[in-house]
Structures are given as C-alpha cells and as structure tokens.
C-alpha cells in the first residue's frame, strides 16, 4: 500500500517539475512514515511539511526533491546536511549512493535520528552540534544542503565546498526564504541562482539566528 502511495507521489514531484531520475527512485523507495510520528502516518505520502516535535518539521516532499535536485550530485559524492530533523533528507541521499554526513542542533533530535538510521542501515555520519559552522573535519563537500533558513550565506559552508561543489540554502528573513544555489568555480570564484518563496524553521547558531532573538 504505501509503495503505491509512493509511487502516486512521485507523479505529483513530476507533475510538479521534478525530473531527476535518481531523486525521483529514491523517493519512490524510502518510506516515509518511519520518518514522521505515529499518529500522522496516514499523511506520509501528501506533499506536506509536518510537525515531527521540538517545534521543528520534516520538509514537504517536492522542497526535499527540489533541494537535492539543485546538488547535482553523482553517486559517491560527500555530502553535508545541515538540520538532520527526522533524518528524511538524509535518507533519501543515502539512497542515492552518496557519502552522508548531517548534523543536528537539538539532541533529541539527532538522538532519534541516529537511532532510525541504525534500525534501517543507512550509514550516515551524524553529528550533534551547530551545523551553521560546517564541518570541517570531512571537508571539502561535494554538495552541502542547510534545511533550515538561514539570514544570509554562511561563509563558512561556502569555504567548505569542494571546487565544482554546490550549496543549496535557503535564505531571507524569518517568514519566508528564497533558494540559494552556490557554485564553487575555482578557489576564489562562485557564481549563484535563487529561487523563489520557501518556508523554513530557522537555522539558529553562530552563522545563523540568534536563538534569544528569532521572533
Ligand atoms: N532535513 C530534515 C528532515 O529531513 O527531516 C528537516 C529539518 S527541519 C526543517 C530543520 C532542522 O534544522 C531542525 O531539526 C533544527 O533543529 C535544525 N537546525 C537549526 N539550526 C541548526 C544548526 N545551526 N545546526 C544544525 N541543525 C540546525
């Protein structure tokens, strides 16, 4: 039943502009519902955002297709996600074959997360902390993707990507974002697209909202 509810989603993120075959199979095969609280399952498969707890949201389907089409990644790319919330987003990279790594502001959530994606197999590098800083260690990224709006590009997530590498960030002020696409051309050059009219949760931390001053 809910491949089926699956597959009808697909045709919608098709319907809806999404054409990467690979986006589109992962989506097709990740479930969802394990992503979302019991009590919703029944929503897993309607192109929503909806609330997973600690005033955060697991994103609507076409913004995870949208975001993880403008990566342009190849399988075995690194990949760094800021805001592992449910653990979704992450999942769907993992599918497609990429090398994941996400971090995670709030501890209950990324304890969740962690615990999902060791019940499931998906073998993604997660960490606690502030992702608005990025994260070192395994830089430089292919592809860095922040799901939570952000004031402006952090530079430190620019500084990060590898050259050819893409970040894909919402940015803007607290009610609604528009879509920074990043590209990293040499060392010093990047060029940048925007797309529209988004709705996130904040990216609070150092490159981010002031968590005392957000509303
Ligand atoms: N990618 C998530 C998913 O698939 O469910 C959606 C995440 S939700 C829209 C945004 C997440 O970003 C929240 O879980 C929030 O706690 C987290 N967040 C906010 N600021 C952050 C930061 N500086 N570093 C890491 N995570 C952050």
Redesign the pocket.
């Known amino acids: 039943m809910s491949r089926f509810l699956r597959e009808q989603l697909v045709e919608e993120l098709k319907q809806k502009g999404i054409k990467d075959p690979e986006v589109l199979n992962a989506i097709k095969t990740v479930e969802r519902e394990k992503?979302i609280p019991q009590s919703m399952a029944h929503l897993a498969y309607k192109d929503t955002?909806l609330p997973?707890g600690?005033d955060?949201?697991?994103?609507q389907p076409f913004t995870?297709a949208f975001m993880t089409e403008m990566l342009n990644l190849k399988k075995g790319d690194k990949v760094l996600?800021?805001?592992?919330?449910?653990?979704?987003?992450?999942?769907?990279l993992y599918q497609m074959g990429m090398r994941v790594y996400?971090?995670?502001?709030?501890l209950e959530?990324h304890n969740k997360?962690k615990k999902l994606f060791d019940e499931l197999g998906i073998r993604v590098y997660a960490k606690f902390?502030?992702?608005?800083?990025g994260w070192q260690e395994f830089a430089p990224y292919n592809g860095i993707?922040?799901?939570?709006g952000s004031p402006s590009i952090p530079n430190k997530l620019t500084e990060q990507l590898a050259i050819g590498g893409r970040l894909v960030v919402p940015v803007g002020p607290r009610d609604y974002q528009d879509l920074y696409v990043i590209t990293r051309l040499s060392e010093e050059e990047y060029s940048q697209e925007s797309y529209p009219r988004f709705i996130?949760?904040?990216?609070?931390?150092?490159?981010?909202?002031d968590i005392n001053n957000i509303k």
């Open positions: 992503f955002a997973i600690y955060q949201t697991i994103s995870v996600e800021i805001g592992t919330g449910s653990g979704y987003q992450a999942a769907i996400s971090i995670e502001i709030n959530l997360a902390g502030d992702g608005s800083v993707i922040v799901t939570a996130f949760v904040p990216l609070i931390g150092k490159n981010g909202w």
